[in-house]
């Protein structure tokens, strides 16, 4: 297998992006890429990009913008796989790259929610449901049930019930998702890109606010970001050939194992994942990731993580089911500090999704910050010790799919 | 069984796109019936509407790039439209069919798209000479530019 | 790493269907590994090939995956042609993490009019708010650019949507299956925009298709007859204002990519069919260009003298392409396989002694992408 390195990351400043189009939005995460990494334009041989279409309200808006981040004339291709796509185009870029097809390969996901004429993700999810909603009507679906299903199946609806599962099963508590919600928007406040940014925000300030959903408090929510994230990939061979000195990131393993689809089920069925955090493609996905990049032990081999957490029981859920700490046992970690900046196993030092959520460009960011953290150059969200390796992770769909990507600072060998 | 689509959904989906700042002159322009482009600096080309990345050699530009053209352009391609879509997905049949045309400004590389109106279809034909039709009262919006007619 | 095509399937084309899109997918999922010889658990990667505007659903693979497969396999989705999709299955293979990939696309076009959804695809601070634009009126606008520069007439469009109406009669899955079909028939159709009229549009239709890709480390000893992938060529060209209409310059240098990779000096001599997605009429004139099979402008001739029927010097669309049935998403796949199975003598309108085969995916407004594969009997 080819060894594959990140030569650039770019991002644009996330938040409420009133003040550009979704083409300026991405053109700016992609210059400043190619400017991180040092080359010309020319030297990108091919183009990997994804986002939720809906939430732009534009079908296929790579197209309308190749000539925006110069992809014209040259080969581009596109995956979008929910809120993993960011990851997903990840993934591909990389996947480019490592066939041996090209050299250099430059990959970008986004976001523009501020795009929407309804609060949120409201207008993006309504916009390409139309159509379904006739099929549901042929398939003789009631409107009642719709309605029911749609307040279940929208991403904190299940959620909801995921962080109900999750304490059930680890014995944590509301107070766990205040104190993880805190050291978000803490972290967030030493991000230049971040959105949500709260300096010395204690798990009390999370308390006070408003219960949404038990257990979810609007201080553990998301906020409904635009943005746009990207990162530059290079082979071994090109790396030499640029002459790229500065640290790179490389690529030492990724995978994307999904689940079937928790909610609904196959043809609305409903004969789906029952127990949401249960997350059986999310262990697969980190145990052949580690394979390739030949991790034995995660706990002791992986230094930071960036885990796709727009709500806090998220990261606990997810740093057990990457295997940083044994089942149910995360919480007791966040009460010890130890994923803090400064803690042994750091976890989204960058403030991460629940702190700044461009749904598309999320997933990207993980691998972004993650590139970051091996390269040193996180700035003042650097986590303090030596970082060999990192996980960036992604999970979308009806909380289905997973992506982990594993980066080291130098090739496998 | 039968198809039902789309009537009587409870809820609507609308849109409210961030144009961009170089867009906002654009549309400001068509208050004084101007239609303005980005001239890039680079490479010459000049693209309408104007843009902050050159299409051709994707260098940047900003407001102080824009030129104004005269209005006037040449129909390179156009199409006698008979069938058009509602916008929920069904084909309408025009009763008087309308004419789109794909028209190159004066002074522009790259080229537009616009209805052609005060023509009779028969007549039209590619390499025409076309010229801004305007608003009574052009305010500063898209709906200003009406439509290009011959001249 | 080489990879091979080893199975496939296809699903038959149609107008509003009654099978879910779960269940037409997980059919030809089914059928094409059983094409190929494998199990789903011989499957290392699935990558499927729908998108959430066509499908009317956020995240439109959500529900796929108990369908195609890929239930706890390494997975992702190609939002664009199936023909990506394989591209993506077989870099995946090329890159040595997996040996077996399934790439798996579909549409049901009854859902939504995928024309609207071509309106959705203009970029909205201009063009979009101009309600006469959308796929079909640009594809006309298109034509008549390229008619116009050329010499080319309405009879020549004709030409081709007769020549592959006719082709497909013979293709069983087939949607428009016209053998008797004459150029006025085409002509006297009903007039969309104006050189097009409705034959003249290939019809969006339901369904789906599936290839079982292979690496070189397996193919041979899972498949008696693997089909090899060898060349591949993708472009995006610039946005629809910036671009040249009048000619398929991205398909030109995919093209090119793609003969490069396969050896390929003389496209005209060395390639026996060609299986190309011409959304429009027109199009297939363009593309003959775009693949050098003759010079800029002289489409219309080979078309003219026939040389693009099944018995001719270059044959192209013996199945009669997507003018016989435009299940979006599935259409540039479904090229695939028919290009393959023409390697594999299956074809329902044998090319003799075809060894050398080039399939074509495009997407986007005005074919503003194109994929090219150039397959082959031998690695």
């Known amino acids: ?413 | 069984m039968g198809v039902v689509r789309y009537e009587g959904l409870p809820f609507v989906a609308r849109f409210r796109w961030n144009t961009g700042k170089i867009m906002e002159k654009f549309y400001g322009g068509f208050a004084e019936r101007q239609i303005l482009a980005a001239k890039c600096e680079n490479c010459g080309y000049t693209v309408v509407p104007p843009r902050v990345i050159c299409p051709k050699c994707s260098s940047k530009m900003n407001e102080n790039n824009l030129v104004k053209l005269d209005g006037r352009g040449v129909v390179l391609s156009y199409t006698v439209v008979r069938k058009k879509l509602d916008g929920k997905g069904g084909f309408v049949t025009l009763d008087k069919p309308e004419v789109i045309a794909a028209v190159k400004l004066n002074g522009a590389d790259s080229m537009i798209f616009a209805k052609i109106g005060d023509v009779d279809v028969e007549d039209i034909k590619s390499g025409m000479e076309v010229v801004p039709v305007w608003a009574e009262k052009p305010e500063g919006r898209l709906s200003d530019l009406l439509y290009f007619r011959p001249g | 790493m080489k990879v091979a095509v080893i199975g496939y399937a296809v699903s038959n084309l149609e107008w509003d269907a009654e099978k879910t899109r779960e269940e037409t997918v997980f059919e030809v999922a089914k059928s094409a590994l059983e094409n190929a010889g494998v199990s789903r658990e011989d499957v290392g990667t699935v990558i499927s090939a729908s998108t959430d505007f066509l499908d009317g659903r956020t995240i439109s693979n959500c529900m796929l995956i108990g369908g195609s497969g890929a239930y706890l396999k390494d997975e992702s989705k190609a939002e664009e042609d199936g023909m990506y999709a394989a591209l993506y299955a077989a870099q995946r293979l090329m890159a040595g993490v997996h040996d077996i990939a399934l790439a798996v696309s579909h549409t049901h076009s009854w859902i939504f009019n995928p024309h609207q959804v071509s309106q959705y695809m203009l970029e909205p601070w201009f063009d979009r708010q101009n309600d006469l634009i959308n796929g079909i009126t640009l594809a006309a606008l298109q034509a008549r650019m390229y008619m116009e520069k050329h010499g080319v007439d309405e009879l020549d469009l004709a030409e081709v949507c007769v020549k592959n109406l006719r082709n497909a009669a013979k293709v069983p899955y087939a949607l428009r299956k016209l053998h008797d079909i004459t150029v006025e028939e085409i002509l006297e159709s009903e007039m969309f925009s104006d050189p097009l009229t409705e034959l003249m549009i290939a019809p969006p239709c339901d369904g789906a298709a599936a290839v079982v890709l292979a690496s070189e480390n397996v193919a041979e000893e899972i498949c008696e007859n693997p089909v090899w992938i060898k060349g591949i060529g993708n472009s995006c060209d610039n946005y629809l204002r910036d671009r040249d209409l009048a000619k398929l310059n991205s398909l030109e240098i995919a093209a090119r990519k793609a003969y490069r990779m396969a050896g390929i000096e003389e496209p005209f001599r060395e390639i026996d069919v060609a299986e190309i997605t011409e959304r429009f009429a027109h199009q297939e004139l363009m593309a003959y260009e775009a693949l050098s099979f003759c010079r800029e402008g002289k489409g219309r001739v080979l078309i003219e003298e026939e040389m693009t029927e099944v018995y001719g010097d270059m044959p192209v669309n013996p199945s009669g392409g997507a003018l016989a049935g435009d299940p979006i998403c599935a259409t540039g796949m479904i090229r695939l396989i028919e290009a393959a199975k023409q390697i594999r003598g299956e074809a329902e309108n044998q090319v003799d002694g075809c060894r050398t085969a080039l399939a074509h995916a495009q997407w986007g407004l005005c074919a503003q992408k194109n994929l090219v594969f150039i397959l082959g009997d031998e690695p």
């Open chain 1, 1 to 413: 297998m080819r060894n594959v390195a990140i030569i650039g990351c770019g991002q644009a400043k996330h938040g409420r992006r009133t003040d550009v189009n979704q083409a300026e939005l991405v053109a700016e995460a992609v210059w400043a890429a190619v400017e991180d990494a040092g080359i010309a334009p020319e030297d990108i041989e091919a183009y990997a990009v994804g986002n939720m279409q809906g939430f732009g309200g534009i079908a296929q808006p790579d197209l309308v913008f190749a000539d925006y981040i110069g992809a014209a004339g040259k080969p581009m291709q596109r995956v979008a796989t929910g809120g993993t796509v960011g990851g997903s185009v990840a993934h591909l870029g990389y996947y480019e790259v490592a066939s041996g097809m090209y050299d250099v390969v430059l990959a970008v996901s986004w976001e523009k929610h501020s795009d929407s004429a309804e609060p949120g993700a409201t207008t993006g999810l309504l916009h390409v449901a139309y159509a379904n909603l006739s099929y549901m009507m042929k398939v003789g679906m009631d409107m009642r049930s719709f309605a029911i299903m749609g307040l279940a199946g929208a991403a904190a609806g299940i959620s909801a019930y995921q962080a109900a599962f999750y304490m059930a099963r680890s014995g944590c508590g509301i107070e766990h998702f205040d104190m993880v919600a805190a050291k978000a928007r803490r972290n967030a406040a030493k991000n230049k890109y971040a959105h949500l940014k709260w300096p010395n925000c204690t798990a009390d300030d999370i308390a006070k606010t408003e219960m949404l959903i038990w257990p979810m408090r609007f201080g553990h929510v998301c906020p409904a970001s635009d943005g746009a994230s990207c990162v530059i990939y290079a082979s071994e061979e090109a790396v030499k050939k640029l002459g790229v000195e500065k640290p790179v990131a490389w690529v030492k393993g990724v995978a994307a194992y999904a689940d079937e689809e928790a909610d609904q089920g196959e043809a609305y069925q409903g004969t789906a994942v029952v127990d949401y955090s249960d997350q059986t493609g999310a262990i697969l996905s980190a145990m052949k990731a580690y394979e390739r990049a030949g991790i034995k032990d995660p706990k002791k081999e992986i230094d930071v993580a960036e885990i796709y957490a727009p709500f806090p029981h998220q990261e606990l859920m997810f740093s057990e089911r990457l295997g940083f700490f044994d089942d149910g046992t995360a919480w007791k970690a966040v009460e010890e500090g130890v994923t803090e900046i400064d803690g042994d196993f750091p976890i989204c030092p960058s403030g991460g999704v629940n702190a700044t959520n461009a749904i598309g460009s999320s997933g990207m960011q993980r691998v972004v910050e993650a590139a970051l953290q091996i390269m040193g150059k996180a700035e003042e969200h650097q986590v303090p010790k030596d970082v060999r390796n990192a996980v960036a992770h992604a999970w979308g769909g009806q909380v289905q799919f997973n992506t982990v990507m594993v980066l080291g600072d130098s090739p496998k060998r």
